[in-house]
């Protein structure tokens, strides 16, 4: 196997399996590195073939296969180029993917109306505007919001309840797989943005690109709205546009 390495628009090689995996043990390549072989439609970058790792292994090949040559005094391989810096994601992309991704959870609302018979959905519109009114107003009285809330739980029937936990689940089960294969949630793909590692740019794990950007943040919204929310805003016009769940997952948003 013939493998070409490229950085910042200079190509180099070609080069065996066992080499390339020699450079990436001694890092005198990185995973931001673009490489290409036989077989490949498009050049890649390390990280995404290596799966973050240093050492690339493709799939149906076997080191058997070809000649292996040893020799006493192997020679050194280095890429004399410069690094590649990635561009940083747009503010206005990021906002967009993001509605994108809101937009996608509005669906569970219509599942809950839609097993309705024209008699509750009428009590449901009343109970909400009237929930409305009450949370408008500053003095009412708080166990009668409550009160009006539970009612309004009640009117749902369970099957709808149901369905609607259905559709979340396989949302978030969606989301998680496109992040942790790709880097990107359905609107990240839209607006052609992806998440990588803050320092190295190399694609990163489910854990950290969905439980740890995602999921805890859903959780902190729900308990601290509209603090983080507001944090979060701040936080994104910074140098590197890293966002609180960034930072805290150690991950930038880059263009693809």
Known sequence: MQIYLARNN?????????????????????????AWHEGMAEWKTLGELTQGKLV?????????SSQIKTET??????????????????????????????????????????????EQAQKFTQLNEQLLQLMADRSSDIALAQKVQTEIFAIVPSQAWIAMCAYIIIMLMIQAFLIGKSGQSIGKKLTKIKI??????????????????????????????????????????????????????????IKQ
């Open 10 to 34: 200079q190509q180099a090689g070609p080069y065996s399996l066992e080499q390339v995996n020699q450079m990436l043990a001694s890092q005198q390549v990185l995973l931001t590195d673009l």
């Open 56 to 64: 690339y292994e493709p799939v149906g090949y076997s080191p058997f």
């Open 73 to 118: 005094n192997e020679p050194t391989y280095t890429i004399k180029v410069e690094k590649k810096v990635s561009d940083l994601a747009s503010i206005p992309s990021r906002f967009l993917a993001k509605v994108i991704d809101i937009f996608l959870w509005l669906p569970a609302t219509f599942i809950l109306t839609s097993f309705f018979t024209a």
């Open 196 to 253: 990588v590692d803050a320092e190295t740019s190399a694609p990163v794990s489910t854990i950290r690109g969905f439980w740890l950007r995602s999921i805890v943040f859903i959780i902190l919204n729900l308990i601290t709205v509209p603090l983080i929310s507001v944090l979060e805003s701040l936080f994104a016009f910074g140098k590197k546009r890293q966002t609180l769940h960034d930072k805290l997952a150690k991950t930038k948003v």
